[in-house]
């Protein structure tokens, strides 16, 4: 079983990246937004029944699929290096994989704000994702949480044996794909 945890700054690429790397592997995407569109029918995903249901839903998710007989996972989050929840949060997910025999690999993703501005806004992002189809606050919620949160790791910060970090604000998710599959040997 592999797990593969691709990280990143909203709008960067994650579901993207991850919908072409499920093309190329035998893995299933489980994109973030899966999660928290299906609870946000009852409630918004900033309250604390919101958060609850999409935390209980996902461990769900993670509990079945780390017990089967699939190949692996992808699963997209936007991790917040300056919370230390955040942190313990990648680690127990990672330790429940990899207490059933799997390999989790960490893939962080990020570009510039312009670029994911732009990325914002495509037909793929708003089709998979519809709370972001509301583009002026999709886009002062990018702006406002890069202000209070950091999203990206520093250099040396992540010591992740399966670890990349890929600037892909130049590159297609096709490339990205490749290049996460070449490199794990997925």
Same mark, same amino acid.
């Given at each position: 079983m592999k797990f593969v945890h691709l990280f990143g700054p909203q709008a960067v690429g994650k579901m993207t990246v991850g919908q072409e790397l499920a093309k190329i592997t035998d893995l299933k995407? @489980? #994109?973030? #937004?899966?999660? &928290?569109?299906?609870? %946000?029918?009852? @409630?918004?995903y900033s309250? +604390?029944?919101? +958060? $609850? !249901?999409?935390? !209980? @839903? $996902?461990?769900?998710? /993670?509990?079945?699929? %780390?017990? %089967?007989?699939?190949?692996?996972? &992808?699963?997209? *989050?936007?991790?917040?290096?300056?919370?230390? =929840?955040?942190?313990? *949060?990648?680690?127990?997910? =990672?330790? !429940? /994989?990899? %207490? $059933?025999?799997?390999?989790? *690999? *960490?893939?962080?993703l990020e570009a510039d704000l312009e670029e994911r501005l732009k990325r914002n806004k495509t037909p793929n992002r708003l089709? #998979? +994702?519809? +709370?972001? $189809?509301? &583009?002026?606050? =999709?886009?002062?919620? &990018?702006?406002?949480?890069?202000?209070? #949160?950091? !999203?990206?790791s520093f250099d040396g910060e992540i010591t992740f044996e399966n670890y990349i970090k890929i600037d892909n604000t130049h590159l297609s998710a096709v490339e990205v794909a490749k290049m996460i599959k070449e490199r794990f040997q997925l």
């Open positions: 995407l @489980f #994109h973030n #937004h899966m999660t &928290i569109d299906l609870v %946000s029918h009852f @409630f918004d309250t +604390k029944e919101g +958060k $609850r !249901l999409v935390k !209980l @839903f $996902r461990q769900e998710i /993670f509990e079945e699929v %780390s017990k %089967s007989d699939l190949d692996g996972m &992808i699963f997209t *989050y936007v991790w917040m290096f300056d919370m230390k =929840s955040d942190w313990e *949060y990648v680690k127990n997910l =990672s330790e !429940l /994989f990899e %207490s $059933r025999g799997a390999t989790v *690999y *960490y893939v962080e089709e #998979h +994702k519809p +709370k972001k $189809r509301d &583009i002026e606050w =999709s886009e002062n919620d &990018i702006k406002k949480t890069m202000e209070k #949160h950091r !999203l990206n």
